[in-house]
């Protein structure tokens, strides 16, 4: 089955583009944004059916979904990195406390393990 839909703006006027449904897919054609690019990657059928139960449940798209998903491992990923460079360059400075002086001080306060 193929179906077409105009892609209507936010505002509802209808720009030079139409969605296509075909065989459970659907595909935007449209002019995107400057800051846009598409992208392609192979992912496990069950992760994808689960994507599309949320972005169902949510009421969003699978692409705002998964540009939350980029979103966000890139904040996590950019904090982890900071605290790594961090602790490199607290280590090349020498600021530096041993194994066995953490530990004495985790048994000092009760919370090592035993």
Do not use: W
């Not at 075909?22 to 192979?42: A, L």
């Amino acid at each position: 089955m193929l179906l077409f839909f105009p892609d209507y703006g936010p505002s509802g006027e209808m720009p030079n583009g139409r969605i296509v449904i075909q065989d459970n897919m659907c595909y935007c054609s449209g002019i995107m944004s400057s800051s846009e690019k598409t992208i392609s990657f192979r992912a496990v059928a069950e992760k994808i059916e689960a994507l599309d139960l949320l972005a169902a449940a949510q009421e969003r798209s699978r692409s705002y979904l998964i540009n939350e998903a980029i979103a966000n491992y890139i904040e996590l990923h950019a904090y982890q990195d900071a605290l790594v460079r961090k602790g490199l360059e607290e280590m090349r400075k020498g600021r530096v406390v041993s194994h066995e002086q953490v530990l004495k001080g985790l048994k000092r306060t009760g919370r090592a393990r035993q």
